[in-house]
């Protein structure tokens, strides 16, 4: 548990810093305490948010086992789903208790960041302590922080796509869209992981093991069992988004009406992403235990973050195809 609570302190507060920095490029503004509020609410919320998760995440594994239920089928998507959930909802909660304090109590904001930062010191050497977390406190920081980098590009095509009076209805649907793909690709990484891990320890080469450049035929038609884990995941892709679809036009709240040919190039992009990251899922996966990397440390960062940039590019890109063939609804941005 101390593990990750060193992690996520440590990329909360890069983020923040990324975040700054990305604000102050193109509008030229700068403001050190909004900035160090910034840091406070980003620092904290990383941290009680991996340490509230990482206690659900060892109750479903433990609760899947004693049910008899491939814990790779559910503990992902779990935690995918509810680290969305509890991320945004301490974020918003925590970033407005710290803004409100800004003009009576200007040193509440660093003294938060400071107690987190000053604390890491004691979850390294709690951590170094296990031979398993030693190797990842050493090792794990690659994948986290650029798989951070990869999600914030996606978030800068969002922000540039979003910023567009015409295409403001694609806020609603990202969510979705990255969501699901990023849930999907790492229920097969998992799977693919465990697959590998039940023929030996990364670097060896059983018969199982790497295929270092897969074919799409065998990633998606072979008989092999990820490749049945792969269709079905891939065929579970339309029926699910038809019920976000659905329930986001029940709600109103997409902006943007659900006519056929936007079902259309919607589905289209959700169906190309999921075929994308299940197939870089094959090839990295593999190519990680061939050289020496334990993929349930390193694949799912970049995967989830590659969802991401993958859905997002995608969907603001069928948004503006949309736009210049003509399907202009009158809501759009509204």
Not at 77 to 86: F, K, R, T, V, Y
Not at 144 to 157: K, N, P, Q, T
Not at 290 to 306: K, V
Request: aromatic share 10%.
């Amino acid at each position: 548990l101390l593990l990750p609570q060193v992690q996520a302190t440590v990329v909360g507060f890069l983020a923040s810093i990324a975040a700054v920095i990305f604000g102050w490029i193109p509008d030229g503004h700068f403001s050190i305490d909004h900035a160090v509020l910034l840091c406070a609410s980003s620092v904290a919320t990383a941290f009680i948010a991996s340490l509230v998760l990482g206690m659900i995440m060892i109750g479903v594994i433990i609760g899947s086992r004693k049910m008899g239920i491939n814990p790779d089928n559910v503990a992902t998507p779990i935690a995918a789903s509810l680290g969305d959930l509890i991320t945004l909802a301490l974020l918003s909660g925590i970033s407005w208790g710290l803004y409100k304090e800004l003009e009576s109590r200007a040193y509440v904001n660093p003294l938060v960041c400071a107690f987190f930062i000053a604390l890491l010191p004691i979850w390294i050497v709690v951590a170094r302590r296990n031979a398993a977390t030693r190797e990842v406190l050493y090792s794990g920081w690659e994948p986290v922080i650029i798989a951070m980098a990869i999600s914030s590009v996606g978030g800068l095509i969002l922000d540039r796509t979003v910023s567009d009076p015409n295409f403001a209805g694609i806020a609603v649907f990202t969510p979705v869209i990255n969501g699901v793909g990023g849930n999907l690709v790492a229920v097969q990484a998992s799977r693919i992981s465990t697959y590998l891990h039940m023929s030996g320890m990364p670097g060896e080469s059983p018969e199982t093991a790497p295929r270092k450049c897969p074919s799409p035929c065998s990633t998606f038609f072979s008989s092999d069992v990820n490749s049945r884990s792969a269709r079905v995941l891939f065929l579970l892709v339309v029926p699910g988004h038809l019920v976000f679809l659905y329930t986001i036009s029940s709600m109103r709240g997409g902006h943007t009406t659900l006519t056929p040919i936007f079902i259309l190039f919607y589905m289209t992009a959700a169906l190309l992403q999921v075929v994308i990251l299940l197939y870089i899922a094959d090839w990295m996966v593999h190519w990680m235990w061939g050289r020496d990397l334990d993929p349930d440390n390193f694949s799912i960062p970049y995967l989830t973050a590659l969802g991401d940039l993958i859905g997002t590019g995608l969907l603001a890109l069928s948004f503006h195809i949309l736009w210049l063939i003509g399907d202009r609804d009158s809501d759009v941005g509204d």
